[in-house]
Protein backbone atom coordinates (compact mmCIF):
# COMPACT_ATOMS: atom_id res chain seq x y z
CA UNK A 1 0.00 0.00 0.00
CA UNK A 2 0.92 3.44 -0.32
CA UNK A 3 1.69 5.60 3.02
CA UNK A 4 0.66 9.19 2.85
CA UNK A 5 2.51 11.18 5.29
CA UNK A 6 1.50 14.38 6.46
CA UNK A 7 3.29 17.20 8.29
CA UNK A 8 3.00 19.05 10.30
CA UNK A 9 -0.14 16.92 12.57
CA UNK A 10 -0.97 20.33 13.80
CA UNK A 11 -0.12 24.04 13.38
CA UNK A 12 -1.48 27.57 14.85
CA UNK A 13 -1.47 30.46 12.80
CA UNK A 14 -3.03 33.58 12.68
CA UNK A 15 -5.28 35.30 10.07
CA UNK A 16 -3.68 36.63 6.86
CA UNK A 17 -0.64 34.20 7.44
CA UNK A 18 1.07 32.13 4.68
CA UNK A 19 0.45 28.60 5.62
CA UNK A 20 2.15 25.28 4.09
CA UNK A 21 1.10 22.35 4.26
CA UNK A 22 3.09 18.77 3.01
CA UNK A 23 1.99 15.36 1.70
CA UNK A 24 4.64 12.90 1.38
CA UNK A 25 4.32 9.76 -0.78
CA UNK A 26 6.20 6.37 -0.14
CA UNK A 27 6.55 5.98 -3.74
CA UNK A 28 6.31 7.48 -6.80
CA UNK A 29 2.69 8.76 -7.60
CA UNK A 30 3.04 11.23 -10.19
CA UNK A 31 0.38 14.15 -9.83
CA UNK A 32 -2.12 11.74 -8.40
CA UNK A 33 -2.98 14.01 -6.05
CA UNK A 34 -6.02 15.66 -4.24
CA UNK A 35 -6.11 17.95 -1.47
CA UNK A 36 -9.84 18.20 0.93
CA UNK A 37 -10.55 20.43 3.93
CA UNK A 38 -12.95 19.18 6.61
CA UNK A 39 -14.76 20.92 9.19
CA UNK A 40 -16.11 19.87 12.50
CA UNK A 41 -19.04 17.59 12.00
CA UNK A 42 -18.67 18.01 8.37
CA UNK A 43 -18.22 16.14 5.49
CA UNK A 44 -14.52 16.82 3.56
CA UNK A 45 -14.94 19.39 0.91
CA UNK A 46 -12.54 18.68 -2.68
CA UNK A 47 -10.23 21.87 -3.15
CA UNK A 48 -7.31 20.67 -4.93
CA UNK A 49 -6.94 17.64 -7.84
CA UNK A 50 -4.41 16.05 -10.05
CA UNK A 51 -1.93 17.83 -7.38
CA UNK A 52 -2.42 21.20 -8.83
CA UNK A 53 -5.72 21.99 -10.36
CA UNK A 54 -8.13 24.14 -8.31
CA UNK A 55 -11.88 22.80 -8.01
CA UNK A 56 -14.33 25.02 -9.49
CA UNK A 57 -15.62 27.40 -6.71
CA UNK A 58 -12.75 27.11 -4.29
CA UNK A 59 -11.05 30.67 -3.46
CA UNK A 60 -7.81 31.49 -5.30
CA UNK A 61 -5.90 31.30 -2.01
CA UNK A 62 -5.54 28.02 -2.15
CA UNK A 63 -2.55 26.35 -4.07
CA UNK A 64 -1.54 22.90 -4.43
CA UNK A 65 2.30 21.50 -6.22
CA UNK A 66 4.74 19.13 -6.07
CA UNK A 67 5.18 16.04 -8.52
CA UNK A 68 6.35 12.36 -7.70
CA UNK A 69 6.16 12.08 -3.84
CA UNK A 70 6.52 15.54 -2.43
CA UNK A 71 3.70 17.81 -2.49
CA UNK A 72 2.45 20.82 -0.78
CA UNK A 73 -0.64 22.70 0.12
CA UNK A 74 -0.45 26.88 0.46
CA UNK A 75 -3.09 28.71 1.76
CA UNK A 76 -1.80 32.37 1.12
CA UNK A 77 -3.28 34.35 3.25
CA UNK A 78 -5.44 32.41 6.15
CA UNK A 79 -9.04 33.27 6.41
CA UNK A 80 -11.34 32.47 9.94
CA UNK A 81 -13.21 30.39 7.35
CA UNK A 82 -9.85 28.18 6.73
CA UNK A 83 -9.77 26.74 10.09
CA UNK A 84 -10.62 23.31 9.84
CA UNK A 85 -8.29 19.66 9.20
CA UNK A 86 -6.68 19.48 5.56
CA UNK A 87 -6.05 15.64 4.10
CA UNK A 88 -4.03 14.65 1.10
CA UNK A 89 -5.38 11.36 -1.17
CA UNK A 90 -3.25 9.75 -3.41
CA UNK A 91 -4.83 7.83 -6.57
CA UNK A 92 -2.07 6.53 -7.92
CA UNK A 93 -3.03 3.26 -6.75
CA UNK A 94 -6.81 3.59 -7.81
CA UNK A 95 -9.02 1.96 -7.31
CA UNK A 96 -7.72 1.52 -3.43
CA UNK A 97 -6.54 5.35 -2.31
CA UNK A 98 -5.16 6.25 0.37
CA UNK A 99 -5.28 9.10 3.00
CA UNK A 100 -2.41 10.84 4.71
CA UNK A 101 -3.46 11.52 8.59
CA UNK A 102 -4.32 15.22 8.39
CA UNK A 103 -3.32 18.78 8.91
CA UNK A 104 -5.09 20.21 11.55
CA UNK A 105 -5.04 24.10 11.58
CA UNK A 106 -6.32 25.87 14.16
CA UNK A 107 -6.14 29.58 15.71
CA UNK A 108 -3.26 31.04 17.52
CA UNK B 1 -28.24 20.92 -7.40
CA UNK B 2 -25.99 17.85 -6.73
CA UNK B 3 -26.81 16.41 -3.68
CA UNK B 4 -26.37 12.76 -1.43
CA UNK B 5 -28.09 12.15 1.60
CA UNK B 6 -26.78 9.15 3.67
CA UNK B 7 -29.26 7.36 5.94
CA UNK B 8 -29.51 3.85 7.59
CA UNK B 9 -26.60 3.99 10.55
CA UNK B 10 -27.14 2.91 14.17
CA UNK B 11 -26.11 0.76 17.09
CA UNK B 12 -25.40 -2.74 15.90
CA UNK B 13 -23.94 -5.46 17.60
CA UNK B 14 -20.51 -7.39 17.06
CA UNK B 15 -21.30 -9.79 14.22
CA UNK B 16 -24.19 -7.64 13.40
CA UNK B 17 -25.48 -6.30 9.44
CA UNK B 18 -26.55 -3.26 8.69
CA UNK B 19 -27.42 -1.61 5.33
CA UNK B 20 -26.45 2.00 4.66
CA UNK B 21 -28.23 3.93 1.74
CA UNK B 22 -26.96 7.30 -0.44
CA UNK B 23 -29.94 9.00 -2.18
CA UNK B 24 -28.74 11.11 -4.73
CA UNK B 25 -30.40 14.05 -6.58
CA UNK B 26 -29.08 16.39 -9.22
CA UNK B 27 -26.73 13.52 -11.55
CA UNK B 28 -27.45 10.03 -12.51
CA UNK B 29 -25.72 7.70 -9.90
CA UNK B 30 -25.72 4.62 -12.36
CA UNK B 31 -23.79 7.23 -15.11
CA UNK B 32 -21.36 7.62 -12.58
CA UNK B 33 -18.34 6.14 -10.16
CA UNK B 34 -19.62 5.94 -6.33
CA UNK B 35 -17.66 4.86 -3.72
CA UNK B 36 -18.21 4.82 0.69
CA UNK B 37 -15.50 6.10 2.68
CA UNK B 38 -15.34 6.08 6.31
CA UNK B 39 -13.84 7.99 9.46
CA UNK B 40 -13.86 6.30 12.75
CA UNK B 41 -14.29 9.04 15.74
CA UNK B 42 -11.41 11.29 15.62
CA UNK B 43 -9.22 9.60 13.26
CA UNK B 44 -8.85 10.08 9.56
CA UNK B 45 -10.00 9.15 6.13
CA UNK B 46 -10.73 5.56 4.56
CA UNK B 47 -11.71 4.52 1.58
CA UNK B 48 -13.90 1.60 1.84
CA UNK B 49 -14.99 0.62 -1.82
CA UNK B 50 -16.19 2.13 -5.55
CA UNK B 51 -19.11 1.05 -7.69
CA UNK B 52 -18.22 1.52 -11.35
CA UNK B 53 -20.63 2.72 -14.29
CA UNK B 54 -20.18 -0.86 -15.81
CA UNK B 55 -20.99 -2.22 -11.79
CA UNK B 56 -17.70 -3.60 -11.32
CA UNK B 57 -16.85 -3.16 -7.39
CA UNK B 58 -13.46 -3.20 -5.48
CA UNK B 59 -12.49 -3.27 -2.12
CA UNK B 60 -10.22 -2.20 0.97
CA UNK B 61 -8.73 -4.92 2.06
CA UNK B 62 -11.04 -4.16 5.51
CA UNK B 63 -13.95 -4.28 3.95
CA UNK B 64 -13.76 -7.47 1.39
CA UNK B 65 -16.32 -10.31 2.38
CA UNK B 66 -18.21 -8.57 4.90
CA UNK B 67 -18.98 -5.31 2.41
CA UNK B 68 -21.31 -5.37 -0.85
CA UNK B 69 -21.50 -2.24 -2.47
CA UNK B 70 -24.73 -1.96 -5.12
CA UNK B 71 -26.92 0.29 -6.78
CA UNK B 72 -30.56 0.75 -7.43
CA UNK B 73 -31.14 2.75 -10.76
CA UNK B 74 -34.81 3.02 -10.53
CA UNK B 75 -33.97 4.77 -6.88
CA UNK B 76 -30.87 6.56 -8.00
CA UNK B 77 -29.61 4.93 -4.74
CA UNK B 78 -25.94 3.60 -3.72
CA UNK B 79 -25.88 0.79 -0.55
CA UNK B 80 -23.47 -0.42 1.32
CA UNK B 81 -24.31 -4.19 3.04
CA UNK B 82 -22.37 -4.73 5.85
CA UNK B 83 -22.00 -7.88 7.75
CA UNK B 84 -20.19 -9.53 10.29
CA UNK B 85 -19.72 -5.82 11.92
CA UNK B 86 -16.63 -5.26 13.75
CA UNK B 87 -15.99 -2.84 16.83
CA UNK B 88 -13.44 -1.37 14.76
CA UNK B 89 -15.90 -0.86 11.87
CA UNK B 90 -17.16 2.06 14.30
CA UNK B 91 -17.03 5.03 12.01
CA UNK B 92 -19.46 7.68 9.98
CA UNK B 93 -19.74 6.42 6.55
CA UNK B 94 -19.69 9.01 3.41
CA UNK B 95 -20.57 8.66 0.40
CA UNK B 96 -19.22 10.33 -2.65
CA UNK B 97 -19.29 10.57 -6.49
CA UNK B 98 -16.00 9.46 -7.98
CA UNK B 99 -14.64 11.64 -10.68
CA UNK B 100 -13.36 9.43 -12.92
CA UNK B 101 -10.19 10.26 -15.50
CA UNK B 102 -10.17 9.12 -19.29
CA UNK B 103 -8.65 5.97 -18.49
CA UNK B 104 -11.84 5.26 -16.49
CA UNK B 105 -9.76 4.97 -13.38
CA UNK B 106 -11.38 6.85 -10.46
CA UNK B 107 -9.40 9.63 -8.93
CA UNK B 108 -11.17 11.96 -6.48
CA UNK B 109 -14.26 12.43 -4.45
CA UNK B 110 -16.84 14.93 -5.40
CA UNK B 111 -19.24 15.85 -3.86
CA UNK B 112 -19.68 14.16 -0.67
CA UNK B 113 -23.11 13.53 1.43
CA UNK B 114 -22.99 14.42 5.09
CA UNK B 115 -22.39 10.93 6.23
CA UNK B 116 -24.15 8.40 8.87
CA UNK B 117 -22.74 7.25 11.99
CA UNK B 118 -22.26 3.66 12.17
CA UNK B 119 -21.28 2.06 15.87
CA UNK B 120 -20.64 -1.52 16.58
CA UNK B 121 -20.68 -2.40 20.43
CA UNK B 122 -22.11 -4.64 22.67
Known amino acids: DIQMTQSPSSLSASVRDRVTITCRAS??????LSWYQQKPGKAPKLLIYAASSLQSGVPSRFSGSGSGTDFTLTISSLQPEDFATYYC??????????FGGGTKVEIK | EVQLVESGGGLIQPGGSLRLSCAASGFTVSSNYMSWVRQAPGKGLEWVSVIYNSGATYYADSAKGRFTISRDNSKNTLYLQMNSLRAEDTAVYYC????????????????WGQGTLVTVSS
Open chain 2, 96 to 111: ARDHYDDYGLPNWFDP
Open chain 1, 27 to 32: QNINNY
Open chain 1, 89 to 98: QQSYSTPRRT
